[in-house]
Each structure stands twice: as structure tokens, then as C-alpha cells.
């Protein structure tokens, strides 16, 4: 079953990501840290990697660099935090993200494009 990591300590906003997940025959697992997230990636070498940009401790620039390490072809990630935090968001596309949404544009477009974000669908 294709899949993916997600990053983010929110059990209610995880819990939604997944069920989305295995409605569309995919899965997801939850890390709560940047370094159990590369751990897990060089154990099994995710599809796509979801990132909550609030997430405790988290070096976006560090984590894609330790992911293109541990990843024999780099996942596609996907950061997603509040659009207030524009200077946030901004970080994160420089740090080479694919893809940085606002959590609202993340959230509307998680039934459709969840399985491109996780690798499971060509985009």
C-alpha cells in the first residue's frame, strides 16, 4: 500500500489526514520529531512526506538535506502552516519544499491531491 510521513504532533488534524489516506487505498504514519521522521525515511524510503511547519524542533533546510541522504530518490514533500506566517512559508519554499500551502489550501486540497503528494499518482 503506497504511503507516506507526516510530520505533525496534532493527533485530531493527523487522524483526519489518515482516514483520508486509507479511503483512497493509501497510508500514512505519523512522526512526531525531525529525527524519527529520517529514521523511519531510511528505513523505508517514503512516497511523499507531509510537514507541519509548526512542528516542535523542526529545521526545514536541515530535514531536507538528512532526507535526500536517507532517500535513495527524494520523496516530495509538502509543508503546510498558517498564512499568517507568511515569512514561514517562505522559508520553507527556499529550503526546496515541492510544494508550500497555507493550512486552509492544504486541508481543501488533501482529498484530491493526496495521492500525488504521497507519490501514489503521477503529477
Known sequence: MPGGLMLCDDLIFFSRVAATARAAGLTVRQVRTPDALLT?????????VLLDLHAEGLDV???LAGLREACPAMPTTVAFGSHVEAETLRAAREAGCSLVLPRSRFVKELETELGRWLGATPG
Open 61 to 63: 533546510q536541515a530535514l
Open 40 to 48: 523511519l525515511a531510511r528505513q523505508e524510503p517514503p512516497g511523499g
